[in-house]
């Protein structure tokens, strides 16, 4: 009893190694350190972008590259000069590759105009920024655009600087034409150095690019062109959008392959009309000289010259000479272009036969090229009766004489018959007819006087045969009815004299068969 109410003395064992209850914390602060460092290395790096307002943007606004989010504004503020606004962002990691000095942003909204809608997802997302990653060196201090860019990154084609005396309705955005089909649009404009040209940069998408060369022609399109010259009215009217936001258009020459392989974007003209073009390919013509006496009212540089109806060439300048005699004279000179023939062995006939030309009688005369818009043009004929006409000027150089014609033509002719005329009704003849032709008419109307004193007798007289011829023609038409007992008469007399007839036929043959029945009358056999 005694020995079991004695306590047992443990035993204590010094434990060998860590404890198990430093675990749990040791591994608490593995997996938070972990999740720093990966928090760390996902957070990416962070960007500022400047905008002038912040117009639907708060903090959370996220950052999107092709609608998936690359980044989170978090935190907005003032510029220093209170101009701006600068915004905060955090981006994704995978979105470092994007921050170059190319890169552009700029905020999304829900927009509606003319030109159509855009940024309708905003409606449903709310608004956000979007980027359009670029090259360069590495950045992370941006300017935002304040509206998207016309083209993205991600669409290829070629850019292009076109170089014009003024914008007129160009825009950005206004949409470029490659035969009718939309094939880029502007991008932005700025002037020149010298301010009197303007630059426009524009974008050729792909695969219209292929088709731009280095002789393309890119002309204006906007708008209605309406224009008033030597060949009448013209109005052109293109496309309803042209008309509104305007529009470029260019050509692609054949037999020439696109060399556009520099560094640089190509340089081109843009000209105001088509017909601009066509102008400037029959340029460095022969240039001859003509004088005119009288007014060339009508007449603008640029009018066409031509010859036997077919346009060789151009008016380039007009002017006015005075001599010391107090004489004047207008001086025209005429771009001779023979390129225009399109045909070479005829351009180069027709350039070496006009001194011979001017020798044989080829004359520049006025014509009008409309009545309504009463235009000029210079046309060259032949007139070798005027041969000798102005031959002093002729010797000296390229001249071409000149002979009247136009408004000026027309109202010569019209003084010579007025002269004409008036020489007519001077002569003594003419008086006596004048008399002779009165004392007609006196004569003519006496008769028409006689004729109406009796033609009230005649008048009644006239009545009453008509009346009388009218109850005639009643009296046929009963005779001629079909129900009437003498038309029934008629046609009863008209089969007896048929039957006689017959009968006098047969009679006839008899007679002619025997001849001697007037004798003997008829035979026993029956034969006549």
Do not use: C
Not at 235 to 254: E, N, R, V
Not at 367 to 375: E, F, H, I, V, Y
Not at 463 to 478: C, K, M, P, S, T
Request: overall charge negative; aromatic content about 8%.
């Amino acid at each position: 009893m005694a020995e079991a109410d004695q306590a047992v003395e443990p035993v204590i064992k010094k434990q060998r190694g860590p404890s198990l209850v430093w675990l749990i914390p040791i591994v608490t602060m593995i997996a938070g350190g972990w999740l720093i460092a990966k928090y760390i290395a996902e957070r990416g790096p962070e960007i500022t972008i400047t905008f002038k307002t912040a117009e639907g943007i708060a903090k959370k606004t996220p950052i999107k590259y092709k609608d998936v989010q690359i980044g989170t504004v978090k935190k907005i503020r003032f510029s220093e000069d209170f101009h701006h606004v600068v915004l905060t962002a955090r981006m994704a990691s995978t979105a470092e590759p994007f921050l170059r000095s190319g890169t552009k942003f700029w905020v999304v909204r829900p927009h509606l105009s003319l030109r159509g809608a855009s940024g309708l997802n905003a409606l449903l997302s709310g608004t956000y920024i979007e980027v359009d990653p670029g090259e360069g060196e590495e950045q992370y201090d941006f300017t935002g655009l304040e509206e998207p860019p016309a083209v993205t990154s991600d669409i290829d084609g070629l850019r292009i600087t076109l170089i014009a005396s003024s914008l007129g309705s160009l825009d950005i955005g206004s949409p470029v034409y490659f035969r009718g089909m939309p094939a880029g649009k502007i991008l932005d404009f700025e002037p020149d150095t010298d301010g009197r040209q303007v630059r426009i940069h524009a974008f050729i998408r792909k695969p219209f690019a292929q088709w731009l060369k280095p002789s393309s022609h890119f002309w204006n399109i906007s708008g209605i062109n309406a224009s008033v010259g030597a060949d009448g009215f013209k109005l052109h009217s293109p496309s309803l959008i042209t008309m509104m936001f305007g529009g470029i258009a260019f050509d692609s020459p054949d037999g020439e392959t696109n060399s556009q392989n520099g560094s640089q974007p190509p340089t081109y003209r843009l000209y105001a009309h088509h017909e601009d073009i066509e102008e400037e390919r029959f340029t460095g013509g022969i240039r001859y000289m003509t004088y005119f006496d009288s007014s060339v009212h009508g007449l603008s540089i640029g009018a066409p010259v031509e010859f036997q109806g077919i346009r060789i060439g151009r008016v380039s300048r007009i002017g006015l000479e005075f001599s010391d005699k107090g004489k004047y004279r207008i001086p025209v000179e005429l771009e001779i272009q023979p390129d225009r023939l399109k045909d070479e062995t005829a351009a180069k006939g027709l350039s070496d036969a006009f001194p011979r030309l001017i020798e044989q009688g080829l004359h520049a005369q006025l014509q009008t090229a409309s009545l309504l818009t009463g235009k000029l043009y210079i046309a060259l004929t032949m007139h070798p009766a005027a041969q000798d006409a102005d031959r002093s000027l002729a010797l000296g150089g390229h001249v071409i004489p000149s002979l009247g014609g136009g408004l000026d033509q027309m109202q010569s002719s019209m003084q010579n018959i007025l002269g004409k005329l008036d020489k007519v009704l001077s002569e003594p003849a003419f008086d006596q007819s004048v008399k002779d032709l009165h004392a007609s008419l006196k004569s003519f109307r006496h008769a028409i006087e006689q004729i109406d004193k009796h033609a009230g007798p005649v008048a009644g007289k006239l009545d009453e045969v008509l009346f009388r011829a009218r109850q005639a023609l009643e009296r046929l038409n009963r005779v001629l009815d079909p129900s009437s007992p003498v038309r029934y008469r008629f046609e009863q007399a008209e089969k007896d004299l048929s039957d006689m007839a017959r009968a006098i036929r047969a009679f006839v043959e008899m007679l002619e068969r025997h001849p001697d029945a007037l004798l003997f009358g008829k035979s026993q056999s029956g034969e006549h």
